[in-house]
Protein backbone atom coordinates (compact mmCIF):
# COMPACT_ATOMS: atom_id res chain seq x y z
CA UNK A 1 0.00 0.00 0.00
CA UNK A 2 0.98 3.50 -0.89
CA UNK A 3 0.98 6.22 2.00
CA UNK A 4 -0.19 9.61 0.59
CA UNK A 5 0.87 12.81 3.03
CA UNK A 6 -1.17 15.84 2.17
CA UNK A 7 0.52 19.77 2.94
CA UNK A 8 0.28 22.95 1.84
CA UNK A 9 -3.22 23.91 2.59
CA UNK A 10 -4.37 27.31 4.33
CA UNK A 11 -6.11 30.57 3.57
CA UNK A 12 -5.38 32.60 0.43
CA UNK A 13 -7.55 35.54 -0.84
CA UNK A 14 -9.37 35.88 -4.34
CA UNK A 15 -6.61 35.49 -6.44
CA UNK A 16 -4.28 34.50 -4.71
CA UNK A 17 -1.81 31.54 -5.57
CA UNK A 18 -1.15 28.56 -3.22
CA UNK A 19 1.16 25.19 -4.15
CA UNK A 20 -0.22 21.78 -2.65
CA UNK A 21 2.39 18.73 -1.87
CA UNK A 22 1.85 14.91 -1.87
CA UNK A 23 4.73 12.70 -0.52
CA UNK A 24 4.35 9.10 -1.39
CA UNK A 25 5.94 6.74 1.12
CA UNK A 26 5.37 2.81 1.70
CA UNK A 27 5.40 0.09 -0.82
CA UNK A 28 8.15 1.32 -4.18
CA UNK A 29 6.52 4.34 -5.99
CA UNK A 30 4.84 2.22 -8.40
CA UNK A 31 1.62 3.96 -9.08
CA UNK A 32 0.64 4.62 -11.90
CA UNK A 33 -1.64 7.54 -11.87
CA UNK A 34 -1.33 10.35 -9.11
CA UNK A 35 -4.48 13.01 -8.72
CA UNK A 36 -5.99 15.71 -6.37
CA UNK A 37 -9.60 15.54 -5.79
CA UNK A 38 -11.51 18.08 -3.44
CA UNK A 39 -14.38 18.18 -1.37
CA UNK A 40 -16.56 20.76 -0.55
CA UNK A 41 -19.31 20.78 2.23
CA UNK A 42 -21.70 19.58 1.45
CA UNK A 43 -20.47 18.68 -1.88
CA UNK A 44 -19.38 15.20 -3.61
CA UNK A 45 -15.46 14.65 -4.19
CA UNK A 46 -14.79 16.58 -7.54
CA UNK A 47 -11.45 15.58 -9.74
CA UNK A 48 -9.74 18.42 -9.67
CA UNK A 49 -6.25 17.33 -11.83
CA UNK A 50 -4.71 14.10 -13.00
CA UNK A 51 -0.90 13.11 -14.10
CA UNK A 52 0.57 10.15 -15.94
CA UNK A 53 3.83 7.96 -13.82
CA UNK A 54 5.47 9.82 -16.69
CA UNK A 55 3.91 13.21 -16.31
CA UNK A 56 3.54 13.27 -19.92
CA UNK A 57 -0.07 13.31 -19.90
CA UNK A 58 -2.11 15.44 -17.16
CA UNK A 59 -5.87 16.20 -17.13
CA UNK A 60 -7.85 19.22 -15.61
CA UNK A 61 -11.26 19.64 -14.03
CA UNK A 62 -13.39 21.95 -16.44
CA UNK A 63 -13.81 24.34 -13.25
CA UNK A 64 -9.74 24.71 -12.84
CA UNK A 65 -8.31 24.72 -16.29
CA UNK A 66 -6.09 27.94 -16.77
CA UNK A 67 -5.85 28.32 -13.50
CA UNK A 68 -3.90 24.97 -12.25
CA UNK A 69 -1.63 22.58 -12.59
CA UNK A 70 -0.17 19.28 -11.69
CA UNK A 71 3.26 18.01 -11.84
CA UNK A 72 5.00 14.86 -10.17
CA UNK A 73 9.10 14.38 -8.81
CA UNK A 74 9.04 10.67 -9.07
CA UNK A 75 12.80 10.80 -7.37
CA UNK A 76 11.27 12.54 -4.78
CA UNK A 77 8.17 10.40 -4.76
CA UNK A 78 6.04 13.66 -4.60
CA UNK A 79 3.25 15.20 -6.70
CA UNK A 80 2.03 19.03 -6.59
CA UNK A 81 -0.68 21.29 -7.10
CA UNK A 82 -0.03 24.71 -7.92
CA UNK A 83 -3.21 26.96 -7.91
CA UNK A 84 -3.45 30.62 -9.03
CA UNK A 85 -6.11 32.67 -9.61
CA UNK A 86 -7.94 31.21 -6.60
CA UNK A 87 -11.53 31.43 -6.29
CA UNK A 88 -14.48 31.17 -3.66
CA UNK A 89 -15.53 27.94 -5.06
CA UNK A 90 -12.19 26.48 -4.70
CA UNK A 91 -12.14 25.89 -0.98
CA UNK A 92 -12.62 22.54 0.40
CA UNK A 93 -10.70 19.82 1.56
CA UNK A 94 -8.20 18.22 -0.69
CA UNK A 95 -7.31 14.80 -1.50
CA UNK A 96 -4.37 13.64 -2.95
CA UNK A 97 -4.72 9.74 -4.54
CA UNK A 98 -2.61 7.29 -6.33
CA UNK A 99 -3.70 4.55 -8.39
CA UNK A 100 -1.50 1.44 -9.04
CA UNK A 101 -3.64 -0.40 -11.46
CA UNK A 102 -2.61 -1.08 -14.34
CA UNK A 103 -4.82 -0.15 -17.45
CA UNK A 104 -7.26 2.18 -16.15
CA UNK A 105 -9.61 3.68 -18.61
CA UNK A 106 -10.82 6.77 -16.35
CA UNK A 107 -8.28 8.63 -14.88
CA UNK A 108 -10.60 11.71 -13.82
CA UNK A 109 -12.47 8.72 -11.68
CA UNK A 110 -11.97 8.34 -8.10
CA UNK A 111 -12.12 4.73 -8.62
CA UNK A 112 -9.54 4.34 -10.38
CA UNK A 113 -7.99 5.17 -7.78
CA UNK A 114 -6.59 2.76 -4.61
CA UNK A 115 -4.88 4.90 -2.06
CA UNK A 116 -5.86 8.01 -0.79
CA UNK A 117 -4.34 11.00 1.59
CA UNK A 118 -6.27 12.44 4.81
CA UNK A 119 -6.99 15.69 3.03
CA UNK A 120 -5.69 19.28 3.64
CA UNK A 121 -8.06 22.29 4.13
CA UNK A 122 -8.14 25.12 1.42
CA UNK A 123 -10.01 27.84 2.11
CA UNK A 124 -9.80 30.55 -0.65
CA UNK A 125 -11.68 33.97 1.25
CA UNK A 126 -13.52 36.68 -0.99
Known amino acids: QVRLVESGGGLVEVGGSLSLSCAAS????????MAWFRQAPGKEREFVAGISWSGSSTFYGESVKGRFTIQRDNAENTVFLQMNNQKPEDTGVYYCAASETQGVVDPTASEAYDNWGQGTQVTVSS
Open 26 to 33: GRSFSTNY
